[in-house]
Structures are given as C-alpha cells and as structure tokens.
C-alpha cells in the first residue's frame, strides 16, 4: 500500500491505496467523485480529464501516486462561491454543448485548461483543434465548439480561467 496525500477540489485528502491505482479510479472509487468518466482507458477520449494543479491531464494513464502532494479539480469542485454552475458548465448548458453526457465532463475541463493558455478570445478554429484529444461519440461538436466560445467570454466577465 502507498499512502498519498493530496488536495481534491479544495479538501485535503489523505488514502492508503494500492501503488498500481489509476487516478481516475481513485477518484471514482475510493472518492466516489463520478463525474470524472473512464471511456477508453488508453487516453484517447478525454472524458477523464481533471486538472492537476491548473493543468488539464488525462487521469486513465496517471497512477495516483502521481497526484500526491498536487492539487486536482474535478467537475464538481469547478463551481465556487455559491455559484451552481461554473460559467463554462453554463454555456455548455446554455448553448446545448452535451448530448448524452458522457464527454462533457472532460470537455467541460479541457475547455477551461484552454482559455487559460489561450486567453478568452477563441475563435473556431483554435478550439476545434485544441479539442484534438476529446471525442463526443454523439457528434455534437457544432454546440460543443460554440458552448466553448460563449464560455470563454463568460470566463473573462467573471475572470474565471
């Protein structure tokens, strides 16, 4: 067993776990943190992408172990204040960027680690390429891209990223 201690959407988070343990199933198993998806296993889907210390990192091919000592952010520690939503969780609502669902998490993530590297003004074709390692497995990428363009503004009224 290996003892990790990390912070988890601002909670300090402390776990005897096996070493071989993947992030993604830590946080869905052990912190029964589902938002996070596992869809393929082999980081080619994104729909388990969390942020680990500001930065967007596919969580099926990172041990825990990894994480320790780091910060990580899920989907359901990204709104603050009081807010229900984050304001990239609201445009995607707002602007019908989900589907199914099942992306969206990891979409939603990817899309904020974007704005912050890129800044608030994204247009569609910087988008549809920093998208590269998402799949939506409904095609829904119209509303998708356009759910991220209206997130980003929102971002830069709230100063979010």
């Known amino acids: 067993m290996a003892k990790i ?3 988890v959407n601002g909670e300090p988070t402390t776990a005897d776990i096996d ?4 992030l993604v199933r830590f946080l869905r198993e052990n912190l029964r943190l589902t938002g996070t998806h596992v869809g393929c296993d082999t980081s080619q889907c994104g729909a388990c992408i ?3 210390d500001g930065k967007a990192v596919k969580s099926c091919t990172m041990l825990a172990v990894m994480a320790d000592g780091h910060e990580i ?4 520690g990204l709104a603050a204040d009081g807010a229900p939503l984050h304001p990239m969780q609201e445009a995607f ?3 019908h960027g989900l589907q199914c669902g099942f992306c969206t998490p990891g979409m939603i993530m990817s899309a904020i680690d974007m ?3 890129k800044g608030y003004a994204l247009d ?3 988008i ?3 998208l590269e390692g998402n799949l939506c497995r409904c095609t829904g990428y119209q509303n998708i891209v356009a759910s991220i363009a209206a997130g980003a503004t929102a971002m830069a009224k709230s100063d979010r990223a």
């Open 5 to 7: 201690s990390l912070i």
């Open 19 to 22: 070493p071989r343990t993947l």
């Open 50 to 52: 969390v942020h680990l």
């Open 73 to 76: 952010r899920t989907i359901e």
């Open 93 to 95: 609502r707002e602007h």
């Open 115 to 117: 704005v912050r590297r």
């Open 124 to 126: 569609e074709r910087t």
């Open 128 to 130: 549809r390429e920093e």
